[in-house]
């Protein structure tokens, strides 16, 4: 399966280049570049072109523009006096829904936004108006959350290319930021704009070098570094680059191109393109981890001193097991957090993986427990025994069932023995295999050396796809242990 | 001789979800209730405002932010929708209001003589922000008094928090002198919060109050020791302690919507009149009034 992004894009927000080009030779390359790279996005395979754009904070999470044709008026706050930008726009709604689907499955909080007269912020107004005149591609816009550091962003990058591989999409994905940020504070004539200082313009010349090699993912890797030097605080980090880096698959093998670059009111604005290619410069050694599922604390609605209560709470020592609150029944493993308005009966532990959805770990009904599904994700840092079953591009990999399969056995382990239950006591399992016909051998070799003797039923089914990239899961039925 | 004088300053906080839990016929999405106690310290502010016979109302808002100067409405009419960019799905506000396009320029005047860059605002396709619009809602519903809006400058992002001040502070002596000049009485907004640290989910119905609760103790903290110092009437020493409140608090105040109406006010010794401290989505949020002339009007 080839990768669902053919085309990278790095565009300036400011409105100069659209409103008044003329005013400056550096607003007037900048706008040529532009030229160029819409002619690239036409030549391209892309069906959809997808906006990230620094200059829309969001707070609650990550929102999509999913307005079928917003329409406005639109004025920057700034730069009011160059003039009013008329829009219309052709939002692609069921990949901004499938985004946000994606994205919560992949452990954050977003959701979409389609209201007439949103706000569309400057940036993604000029990516636009310039690279898709006409809306010959119908567009996604997608907000850059305030509070997400590097795990959060490269989490809704990588939702991004779910929701394109789920809709057989292709697209071209554009990154509005400039390089360096730091803006004159003074009004100046627009004739003598330039690069605020020599440290900028350096560092901007040393990443566009690294951007006409295709270094995406060096840049991806600089990001904090980059922050530090030429970006003014205005967010918690410089994060466009970890997304899309990891949108485009988290390498350095693009056939990069500076298509223009020049001062926006002392910014480094500049208009890049990258093409997946077959070679580059390759993998270098990175320091930052590559993150599947975002586990942070998002969800801290509940009452914050009764969930710190919970999460260090001795829970065995102190509420008796069958009590009625969730220490109770998890015993001695630490609890992970509990939405206020879960059932009681809601078990969760943090020994096991954090599910990737709205469920818990298991429900208790009278005696029995029900286990939600259950996979091989390690708890500690999400990694999978064995392997994923494909690369962050989508494409196939070899890996060890049989060692996922042990990695189920011991979350399911670590669920049973949280509520005060065993792996002894399981009545029922139900084992899903995305690849019966390679797998079942080696899978039902992990599954003897652990159940043998135990005697639960067992149905096995092949499925076509689990929501992570894992090739097992199993769902369990067992007695409580106070049964 | 002009008679012009500032008659009340506030402390306006400008959360949208007070005017989503109010349901006036502007907003478009509805609610059940919500942030009652805010909202009822709303209503008493402005009782005390509406005794002064306000001819303005003056604003300083976090939300229209402008990195290059400050700039001021300069268009005498808007009549537009203000839908918010992080909850779009609570405030959606059809927004009629008269600028006092005069006053507004005199600020500027004065402003430039302190040496601030400024920039009045003159396209007519321009929205207003909507710290502007919620803070001036709350504190004047009818919407029957012209306003003044000035953006904040970012120069806390550029050089700190001890230059903004600076800043905000000329610029509040600079909008004292025009409002002095101009003989009207003006009622000055700080449209802000105090501590910020927002929720990064949202209750599945906003206006549950279940929910609703400030992010840590230590911001809890940070604002009590603030309205204390309003109680005590230590202006001064607010504005002081205002760089580490901003860092440890993650306070909107960056914006020097505190500092420029302290300034405005001449640091007022008298303790100010708190009417409400609640929380919204986590954020701290205090509606105070001052009144250079004394609380009590015959």
Redesign the interface.
């Known amino acids: 399966m080839s990768h669902p992004v053919v085309k990278g894009l790095i565009v300036p927000g400011l409105p100069q280049p659209l409103l008044t080009p003329e005013a400056n030779e550096g607003y007037s390359r900048l706008r040529g570049a532009f030229e160029k790279a819409r002619e690239e996005i036409q030549e391209s395979e892309a069906d959809v072109l997808i906006v990230y754009s620094t200059m829309w904070p969001s707070i609650i999470g990550h929102q999509v523009q999913a307005l079928p044709e917003p329409e406005w008026t639109h004025v920057d706050e700034l730069f009011h006096d160059l003039g009013s930008i008329p829009y219309k726009f052709r939002i692609d709604s069921e990949l901004a829904g499938g985004i946000c689907e994606s994205a919560q499955g992949r452990g954050l909080c977003a959701r979409t936004v389609a209201y007439h007269g949103f706000p569309i912020d400057t940036g993604s107004v000029v990516a636009l108006e310039l690279l898709n005149p006409n809306n010959e591609l119908p567009a996604v816009i997608l907000s850059s959350n305030a509070y997400a550091d590097r795990s959060e962003t490269v989490v809704f990058g990588k939702s991004v290319v779910d929701a394109l591989a789920a809709q057989g999409k292709k697209a071209a994905v554009v990154v509005v930021m400039t390089l360096s940020n730091r803006l004159f504070t003074r009004f100046i004539d627009p004739a003598e704009d330039h690069i605020h200082s020599d440290k900028d313009e350096e560092w901007n010349q040393k990443l566009l070098e690294f951007f006409a090699e295709g270094r995406l993912e060096d840049v991806a890797q600089l990001s904090r570094e980059i922050h530090k030097q030429i970006r003014i605080p205005k967010v918690v980090n410089f994060k466009p680059m970890w997304w899309l880096s990891a949108v485009m698959g988290a390498h350095n093998n693009y056939a990069g191109t500076v298509h223009g670059y020049g001062a926006l009111y002392g910014t480094g604005g500049a208009v890049i393109s990258l093409t997946p290619a077959e070679a580059g410069v390759g993998v270098k050694e990175f320091d930052e981890a590559d993150v599947e599922v975002f586990t942070g604390n998002r969800d801290v609605l509940g009452g914050s001193a009764n969930s710190e209560a919970r999460a260090t709470e001795p829970a065995a020592a102190t509420v008796p097991v069958g009590g009625s609150s969730h220490a109770a029944h998890l015993g001695a493993a630490p609890v992970s957090e509990v939405p206020e308005n879960e059932p009681e009966t809601a078990l969760r532990t943090s020994a096991a993986p954090k599910p990737v959805g709205a469920y818990p770990h298991a429900r208790r009904v009278g005696d029995l427990l029900f286990l939600s599904g259950v996979g091989p994700r390690q708890a500690a840092d999400n990694s999978i025994p064995g392997g994923p079953i494909r690369d962050a591009e989508g494409n196939p990999r070899d890996y060890d069932v049989y060692a996922q399969t042990q990695a189920v056995i011991g979350n399911i382990r670590s669920i049973l023995e949280a509520t005060g239950s065993s792996l002894e006591k399981v009545l029922d399992v139900t084992v899903f295999l995305v690849d019966m016909d390679r797998d079942f051998e080696e899978f039902n070799r992990a599954y003897k050396e652990a159940f043998e003797g135990i005697g639960a039923a067992r149905t096995t089914i092949a499925i076509r796809a689990l929501p992570t990239p894992i090739a097992v899961e199993f769902k369990v039925l067992a007695a409580a242990g106070d049964a | 001789m002009p008679n012009g004088r500032i008659v009340a300053g506030a402390l306006a906080p400008h959360p949208p979800h007070l005017i989503y839990a109010e349901n006036p016929p502007q907003n478009e999405p509805t609610a059940e209730c919500g942030w009652e106690t805010l909202r009822w310290g709303y209503e008493r502010l402005r009782a005390d405002i509406d005794k002064r016979d306000v001819d303005v109302l003056v604003v300083h808002s976090p939300h229209?932010?402008?990195?290059?100067?400050t700039?001021l409405l300069g268009v005498p009419k808007f009549d537009s929708?203000?839908?918010d960019?992080?909850?779009?799905n609570l405030f959606?506000y059809h927004y009629e209001m008269n600028v006092d396009v005069e006053l507004a320029e005199a600020i500027h005047d004065e402003a430039v003589s302190e040496g601030l860059?400024m920039?009045m605002?003159?396209?007519p396709?321009?929205?207003v922000?909507y710290g502007t619009i919620v803070c001036c809602h709350l504190t004047r519903p009818q919407w029957d008094l012209p306003i003044v809006s000035i953006?904040s400058n970012?120069?806390e992002?550029?050089y700190g928090v001890e230059v903004m001040q600076e800043m905000a502070t000329a610029l509040g002596k600079a909008t004292r002198r025009a409002v002095e000049q101009s003989g009207k009485k003006a009622a000055l907004l700080c449209s802000s919060s105090l501590s910020h640290r927002?929720?990064?989910?949202?209750?599945e119905i906003p206006e549950d109050m279940?929910?609703e609760?400030i992010?840590?103790?230590a911001l809890y903290l940070w604002d009590m020791q603030l309205l204390e110092m309003v109680r005590k009437g230590q202006t001064r020493q607010m504005v002081d302690v205002m760089p580490e409140f901003i860092t440890q608090a993650k306070s909107e105040m960056d914006a020097g919507s505190f500092a420029w109406l302290m300034s405005a006010l001449d640091y007022p010794t008298e303790p100010g009149e708190v009417y409400a401290y609640g929380t919204v989505i986590?954020t701290g949020n205090a509606v105070v009034g001052w009144f250079p002339e004394g609380v009590a009007v015959s």
């Open positions: 229209w932010q402008t990195y290059v100067g700039h929708l203000s839908v960019p992080i909850f779009p959606r860059e920039k605002m003159r396209n396709d321009f929205r922000d953006s970012r120069s992002s550029y927002h929720f990064t989910t949202e209750a279940s929910r609760h992010t840590s103790h986590g």
